[in-house]
């Protein structure tokens, strides 16, 4: 029997991913049949529908990153990519967790180089600056402009007094709200992997401003923000690099004709083994 390459296996993996997808949907579609058509029931076709292509989604994205010539492989930069299965139309992004602001690896300047590229000035930025140092450090003692345990206590909150777990938990600080924290919450990770720095290649423009650009919109941002827009053709300078052991962010966004939509989002570590070819690190 003739062994079975890396390269095969990937499309083995893949296309499992997908016979379990549409699998999947099958059986709903047969016990909606079997209990009668109604709007539930057509809800959760459409839902599971939804659900089902976004999973292909994933999948094909990991089989495009772990692509064994640099041409074919999928970029990281997050521009988006788009595909249609049975009859879902998928826009996938891959973003490199190493384009991203490393939340819990910042100095006192660079939160305040953070918060103030945003549009924060004034006494709010140094609540904000103050309140996350106090979130973050492993004492009890309050900035002058931060907040402690005391504060947070009316609304059910204990503050981390450690690394973020999550970028999720930034919105509970003082002086945060949905707002700034729309902003600024796609341009932060907590897991930014255990080797290699902040890339520019692959960061968005905001993260650039503030890793890079010390907060102003330099030469380097505005190239990036023409990127993202589509005003000239990106240049992958990742695409001869192995992606073994890079951390990545995986958002598949499917829509259907009838206004239904849903996003699954999912940060992986590409592995290298046919069998298992990444890890999940985080699953929404």
């Given at each position: 029997m003739?062994?079975?390459?890396r390269?095969e296996?990937?499309y083995?993996?893949l296309?499992?991913v997908l016979?379990m997808?549409?699998?999947s949907?099958?059986?709903?579609?047969?016990l909606?049949?079997a209990r009668?058509?109604?709007?539930?029931?057509?809800?959760e076709i459409?839902?599971?529908?939804?659900?089902a292509a976004?999973?292909?989604g994933?999948?094909a994205?990991?089989?495009?990153?772990?692509?064994e010539?640099?041409?074919?492989?999928?970029?990281i930069?997050?521009?988006?990519?788009?595909m249609?299965?049975?009859?879902?139309s998928?826009t996938?992004?891959?973003?490199?967790?190493r384009g991203?602001?490393?939340i819990?690896?910042?100095?006192?300047?660079q939160?305040?180089?953070l918060?103030?590229?945003?549009?924060v000035?004034?006494?709010?930025l140094d609540t904000?600056v103050d309140?996350f140092?106090?979130?973050t450090?492993?004492?009890?003692?309050?900035?002058?402009?931060?907040?402690g345990?005391a504060y947070?206590?009316?609304?059910?909150?204990k503050p981390?007094n450690?690394k973020l777990?999550t970028?999720?938990?930034?919105?509970?600080i003082r002086?945060m709200?949905?707002?700034?924290f729309?902003?600024?919450a796609?341009?932060?990770?907590?897991n930014?992997?255990q080797?290699?720095g902040f890339?520019?290649e692959t960061a968005?423009?905001?993260?650039i401003k503030?890793m890079v650009?010390?907060?102003e919109?330099t030469?380097?941002?505005?190239?990036?923000e023409r990127e993202a827009?589509?005003?000239?053709?990106?240049?992958?300078e990742?695409?001869?690099?192995s992606l073994i052991?890079?951390?990545?962010?995986i958002?598949?966004v499917?829509t259907?004709?009838?206004?239904g939509?849903?996003e699954?989002?999912q940060i992986v570590e590409?592995?290298?083994?046919?069998?298992?070819p990444?890890w999940?690190r985080?699953l929404?």
């Amino acid at each position: 029997m003739r062994a079975t390459t890396r390269k095969e296996g990937g499309y083995v993996l893949l296309a499992a991913v997908l016979a379990m997808a549409a699998f999947s949907l099958i059986a709903l579609e047969v016990l909606a049949g079997a209990r009668g058509w109604d709007a539930e029931a057509a809800a959760e076709i459409q839902h599971a529908r939804l659900d089902a292509a976004a999973q292909a989604g994933v999948a094909a994205a990991v089989h495009g990153l772990g692509a064994e010539f640099a041409a074919d492989r999928w970029g990281i930069d997050g521009r988006p990519r788009r595909m249609d299965f049975n009859g879902v139309s998928l826009t996938i992004y891959v973003e490199d967790e190493r384009g991203k602001i490393p939340i819990n690896e910042l100095n006192e300047d660079q939160v305040r180089t953070l918060f103030s590229a945003a549009g924060v000035d004034g006494d709010r930025l140094d609540t904000l600056v103050d309140s996350f140092e106090d979130w973050t450090s492993a004492d009890e003692q309050v900035s002058p402009h931060g907040a402690g345990a005391a504060y947070y206590q009316p609304y059910g909150i204990k503050p981390r007094n450690g690394k973020l777990a999550t970028v999720d938990e930034l919105i509970h600080i003082r002086g945060m709200d949905e707002a700034l924290f729309s902003r600024i919450a796609p341009s932060l990770t907590v897991n930014f992997g255990q080797s290699g720095g902040f890339s520019p290649e692959t960061a968005q423009p905001f993260a650039i401003k503030v890793m890079v650009g010390n907060g102003e919109d330099t030469p380097e941002v505005i190239e990036r923000e023409r990127e993202a827009e589509g005003e000239r053709t990106a240049i992958d300078e990742t695409a001869d690099e192995s992606l073994i052991g890079r951390t990545l962010t995986i958002r598949v966004v499917a829509t259907d004709g009838a206004h239904g939509r849903l996003e699954r989002s999912q940060i992986v570590e590409l592995t290298g083994d046919p069998v298992q070819p990444y890890w999940i690190r985080t699953l929404n």
